[in-house]
């Protein structure tokens, strides 16, 4: 039985997407919801017959596992549950840095849960699109080919088609930094600065997503597929995606919503510890733009005129 662990939004939309192919079993804290059927976040979908719900211990893990809790609490939560998770393949479904060591998922994986198998899932996707079966192309990366091509059957459906990589570092990197990106998009926009301008801060700050992710050793045609490109413009462009949002308050001078989880205001610090670390700091100004409005160290118009009077350069 497929097992989902987290029961936010794309916890319980994955739930309702993978109910297609069996029972799924969807676990999480705090679930008041369930014996309604319907996630409050997910508005007019109504879990399936097939979808079982809990909230105490974990439940048996003998199938395919999903990990969907909130990238900063997957730490906790994987030191937790570590002798449960330990000796088998993990899907996780965060995207993000963890501010407090600087891991990604799976490096999370690995210093919590030696002998588990990590396998990344991600790209472009909305939990409100899966949960109403929409179509959704989505990457599984897993360094084990085996692995992956066994999670990438059990995962697929009619309307979730899987691609699988074994750049686990490029997949989830594109995951992560292209959250820094759509804070920086909805700052444009909010502030007025118009469709040319998204344009051009999109362009170059995939740029900057594969001169950081090929300096952690990551391939830059991992960042070219849907993990990075496919979901830069995804959440560049849409108002469904909490990052926007998040900026488009801070460019519109307007107070972001305080109960929403936004990944990529976290991974913007981490980003640029790292980039600090690897000397590449000069070449990240998106990232330092995002990191300076976000904490209030800059106003955006100040953020704006910095980028814009930045030295004259070949592109």
Sequence with gaps: MTVVLGAGAFGTAL?????????????????HWA??????????VTLPDSVRVGAAALPPLDGPVLITVPMQALGAFLAEHAAALENRPLVLCCKGIDLST?????????????GATAAVLTGPSF???????????LTLACEEDSIAA???????????????????LGAELGGALKNVVAIAAGIVMGAGLGDSARAALMTRGYAEMIRFATRLGAR??????????????????????????????????????????????????A??????????????????????????????????????????KEE
Excluded: K
Aim: aromatic share 4%.
């Design 150 to 168: 066994t999670l990438q059957a059990a995962l697929s459906t009619p309307t979730l088609r899987i691609y699988r990589s074994t750049d686990v």
């Design 15 to 31: 739930a309702v997407a993978l109910a297609a192919n069996g029972p799924v079993t969807l676990w999480g804290r705090g679930m």
């Design 220 to 269: 830059a045609e991992t960042l070219a597929g849907l993990s990075g490109f496919g979901d830069l413009v995804l959440t560049c462009t849409s108002s469904q995606s909490r990052n926007f949002r998040h900026g488009f308050a801070l460019g519109a001078g307007q107070p972001p919503d305080p109960a929403a989880t936004v990944e990529g205001l976290a991974t913007a610090q």
């Design 35 to 44: 014996a309604a059927r319907e996630n409050p976040r997910l508005p007019g």
């Design 102 to 114: 600087l891991r990604g998922p799976s490096a999370l994986v690995a210093a919590h849960c030696p």
């Design 271 to 312: 980003v640029l510890r790292q980039a600090i670390r690897f000397g590449i700091a000069a070449d990240m100004p998106v990232t330092a733009m995002v990191g300076a409005v976000t904490t209030g160290r800059a106003s955006v118009a100040q953020a704006v005129q910095t980028l814009m009077t930045r030295p004259l």
């Design 127 to 137: 939990a409100a699109d899966i949960a109403r079966g929409l179509p959704t192309a």
